[in-house]
């Protein structure tokens, strides 16, 4: 997997988990239906990711990729099954900040007005909210340290030249990268991404791969779904094939071959 060599995040985002630890998402036999259905979106789905993996989710649309998004960032909780992150609930967890999530584009109101520096910024509120001396939350809560290192993320994405503007002005790609560097600034240890690289232009995508790879290498976990079978080939530690259940789950040489892809595809795919 190549590394970010241009992008430096050093002293910016530092997780470095200590190698062999515990799984930082464990779940369990997890299924879930669709809405006002009893079909199965997911079906006892069960499997682990680490820290320092960059996990690519593969499947055919309506195979579950956004349920298990929604289930992994807690927007839906009406699933079967355990999942613990890093050994504690999600609800635990999401009050340290240390999960991001980053939805499909169409799933995001845009036209609620805020300034890119804003998106970031408030990324932090777990940081800001932990300071038990603060009741009311509002953007003069937060310091100039917090806008700081939400400034020194958007350089590292390249948007600090983009700083003030508002976000519905953005191109595709540009917003993706904006909440990367939401997730750099909050030191999210868990970066849950659904279709990250969907419609980007190719600067976007690069700097969005070479970001993730280094914060990955650094002791995040990236889970991320892709259309891109061929990029994730190269960029993925794991691949995790999906539909509704796990069709199979390893490092990309052995599970991006014609007999896999057929499997859960249903078909054969030319993806060299």
């Not at 299924?31 to 079906?43: M, N, V």
Request: charged share 20%; proline share 4%.
């Amino acid at each position: 997997m190549e590394l970010a060599k241009d992008l430096e995040l050093d002293g910016l985002f530092e997780v470095r988990q200590p190698p062999g630890s515990n799984p930082v998402v464990a779940a369990e036999n997890i299924s879930a239906h669709y809405p006002f259905s009893k079909e199965r979106a997911l079906d006892n789905v069960t499997f682990k990711l680490m820290p320092g993996e960059l996990v690519a989710l593969v499947g055919p649309n309506g195979a579950g990729k956004s349920t298990l998004f929604n289930i992994l960032s807690g927007v839906n909780r009406r699933y079967s099954g355990k999942l613990a992150i890093e050994g504690a609930t999600l609800a635990e967890k999401q009050r340290s900040s240390c999960v991001t999530y980053m939805p499909q584009e169409g799933q995001i109101d845009w036209d609620y007005p805020i300034l890119v520096q804003d998106v970031v910024t408030l990324g932090l509120y777990g940081m800001v909210r932990n300071q038990r001396w603060r009741r009311l939350f509002g953007l003069s809560d937060y310091s100039q340290e917090h806008r700081a290192s939400a400034l020194r993320a958007l350089q590292a994405v390249e948007m600090e030249a983009l700083s003030d503007r508002d976000i519905g002005t953005l191109s595709g790609g540009q917003k993706k990268r904006v909440f990367l560097a939401r997730a750099l600034a909050q030191q999210a240890r868990l970066l849950l991404l659904d279709e990250p690289l969907a419609g980007v232009d190719q600067r976007s995508e690069d700097v969005i791969v070479k970001v993730l790879a280094q914060m990955a290498a650094q002791g995040a976990t990236v889970f991320m779904a892709s259309h891109d079978i061929a990029g994730a080939r190269h960029y993925a530690n794991r691949i995790l094939l999906l539909n509704k259940r796990i069709i199979g789950m390893g490092p990309p040489e052995d599970v991006i071959n014609e007999t896999m892809l057929n499997k859960v595809f249903g078909r054969s795919l030319h993806f060299f």
